[in-house]
């Protein structure tokens, strides 16, 4: 089972029912938008429309690479671009398909496999691309975009910051500069907006450390109260990465202040030569 997609499954049912919210990225926090369960959704509104705005003038035709719920795709279709969505098969996937039913194509596959005869005005990654390979990312983009086609990247980079990150994901952000130097693109905009997202980082900790960890506790007494004998070999089997993810989950530190450490939170618009 891959884990990521599971994690992602599991992400949309957390978001869905606690914050009554179908996107799946974090929320821009604008000036005096209190940080709280309730606001999440409108943060998560104030993403989706940040990322409108900087769709490049002229665009008509946009690929939604890992479109998630198909929630942002919506909107844009609403908004009359012709959208096609590429996203690896999974419950996310499907329920994108459903939503987006006589309206928009969404392929059940991996960008890197993904193959049309047709070119798009814009590639959009909102954070997927750190779930993809930089080198294969442009070479598909150079095929798939037609002749001063743009891509469009929101999503969040690891820094060189000194120490052990409690968060994970991104790709190295120094590596990203070093390979666009080698890519046939223009750099059209790049916004640093790590300190407007790092507050949905409260919500996140909050959920896990109040709802997440004690129900996993729970099911570890109950499984120790029931069959003590596997409970005694799932925690020797898999200690290691049982404590792996205690650290990085359960332990507070995945708040605003690593955030900004350890990540960098890009708008990228790259415009193909």
């Given at each position: ?95 994108a398909a459903e ?79 070093d390979i666009l ?21 409260i919500l996140i ?69």
């Open positions: 089972m891959d884990t990521k997609k599971l994690g992602l499954d599991i992400q949309i049912n957390l978001f869905k029912f606690f914050f009554d919210s179908e996107y799946m990225h974090y929320g821009f926090w604008t000036p005096g938008l209190e940080v709280k369960g309730p606001n999440f959704k409108q943060a998560q509104e104030n993403y989706t429309q940040f990322l409108i705005r900087h769709i490049p003038a002229g665009t008509k035709t946009i690929l939604d690479i890992g479109c998630g719920s198909g929630k942002v795709a919506d909107e844009l279709i609403q908004l009359g671009y012709s959208v096609t969505c590429v996203s690896p098969p999974s419950i996310l996937t499907e329920k939503r987006l039913a006589g309206k928009a194509q969404v392929h059940a596959m991996g960008y890197e496999d993904f193959s049309t005869d047709e070119k798009f005005d814009l590639c959009l990654f909102s954070e997927s691309y750190q779930y993809i390979d930089m080198h294969k990312s442009f070479a598909q983009c150079m095929k798939l975009l037609k002749p001063g086609g743009h891509i469009l990247l929101a999503d969040f980079f690891r820094t060189e910051a000194e120490g052990t990150s409690p968060l994970g994901g991104g790709h190295r952000l120094v590596e990203f500069y130097k080698q890519q046939p693109f223009d750099v059209v905009e790049d916004l640093d907006i790590t300190n407007d997202i790092a507050p949905t980082m900790n909050n959920l896990t450390m109040d709802v997440v960890y004690p129900a996993v506790l729970m099911v570890g007494e109950l499984i120790k109260s029931r069959a003590p004998w596997v409970y005694k070999f799932l925690v020797w089997k898999f200690r290691k990465k049982i404590e792996k993810n205690r650290v990085k989950h359960f332990t507070g530190q995945r708040n605003p202040e690593n955030f900004k450490k350890y990540k960098s939170y890009r708008l990228v618009v790259l415009r193909k030569k």
